[in-house]
RNA sequence: GGCGACGUACCCAAGUGGUUAAGGGGCGGGUUUGCAAAACCUGUAUUCACCGGUUCGAAUCCGGUCGUCGCCU
């Protein structure tokens, strides 16, 4: 069994190069992006076509309405499921916390419960209530931190043991084996520009008054994402579209900078189309132990 | 040309005599163990247009110069 692990900065090109990989090593995709697991938000995420949807099926594309969860370890199940069926799998996509997932397994640790959740979101000051249950995550995460306190809360909560126990008890699996293949290109600020262009000719507005229609759509998280958020200000006639898509361009190019300093922390070095070419040949002729 | 207002970081902006010059945006750096395109942390003006004066002490008061804006001629 062989995976390659196709990462990059937004805009970088992976897509099209995952999928002229899979055709030429026979390898089955699977999406490692956050965003491009809602129906119905194409144009935004810059999902690839249907057409080649059809051709070359990704997991985890399409496989939710824009409201209902993912998480890592969904995506992390799917790729486990790739490759139980095929021996070459490519997991392209730019979500850098669930590229990490594959190096650096997660712990077991419960799925979030909303109900459990919902209710230490209403704690008066949650990070106190973490002190007393679990000193050490308390120290470890700052007190303005609420997305993690809450979840330590929450795992406590649903396990009866602290996250710290539970980080201590070491990761749920083996890391994946895989060959990191990190996609960069010096231009990629033109590129995310360019692509926002085309973006906005291909029906940017009005897929996202399409997504609005839907009840509920604007408190969901993709809606708030830099993808949609600044749309949603113009569709609803707070800012002009070219200011909304100059915020747009500016949040991702930001993305994009956050998501090479994740590589720089997991030390995976940029490398131009050539060189991923090759290491996917290398990675895809090597002889697995079965 | 006259009168008036203003000139604080890349941008907006508080401060109108007394500790190391608020805050926000932007930009840079970082964290990230089931919301991660989210969330959080953090750095970013030895100096207030410039020159001189008053004062123990000035971004703050006075004079001049330059600049911007408004009104008048």
């Known amino acids: 069994m062989s995976v390659l692990l196709l990462g990059g900065p937004t805009a970088a090109g992976k897509s099209d190069l995952a999928v002229e990989l899979a055709e030429q090593h026979d390898a089955v995709l699977v999406s490692a992006d956050a965003m491009t697991v809602y129906r119905g938000l194409d144009v935004g995420t810059a999902k690839p076509s249907p057409e080649i949807l059809a051709r070359h099926p990704h997991a985890c594309i399409n496989v939710r309405e824009v409201g209902e969860a993912f998480a890592v370890a969904d995506f992390v199940d799917a790729v486990d499921h790739a490759l ?3 021996p070459r799998v490519i997991v392209v996509g730019g979500t850098p916390f669930y590229l990490q997932a594959m190096a650096r397994p997660l712990a077991s640790l419960p799925p979030a419960d909303p109900t459990v959740r919902a209710q230490l979101e209403s704690l008066p000051d949650p990070h106190a209530s973490l002190a007393v249950v679990d000193p050490a995550s308390a120290s ?4 303005n931190d609420r997305v993690r306190v809450i979840r330590a809360l929450e795992v406590h909560a649903i396990t009866g043991r602290t996250l710290t126990e539970l980080h201590a008890a070491g990761p749920r699996r083996a890391p994946f084996d895989v060959t ?3 996609l960069d290109r010096a231009e990629l600020r033109t590129r995310i520009d360019h692509r926002l262009q085309m973006m906005r000719e291909a029906g940017y507005v009005a897929e996202v008054r399409r997504v ?5 759509a604007r408190a ?3 809606l708030r994402s830099f993808a949609y958020r600044h749309m949603v200000d113009h569709v609803d006639g707070r800012i002009s579209l070219d200011e909304a898509l100059r915020r747009t361009a500016r949040d991702t190019w930001r993305f994009a900078r956050k ?5 720089r922390g997991l030390g995976w070095e940029p490398i131009h189309a050539d060189a991923a070419r090759g290491r996917a040949a290398a990675c895809f002729s090597t002889i697995g132990d079965g």
């Open 259 to 263: 998501q090479r300093t994740w590589a």
């Open 140 to 143: 470890r995460l700052h007190p």
């Open 84 to 86: 139980r069926r095929h």
């Open 212 to 216: 609005l229609a839907q009840p509920g």
């Open 220 to 222: 969901t998280k993709p």
């Open 180 to 182: 990191v293949a990190w």
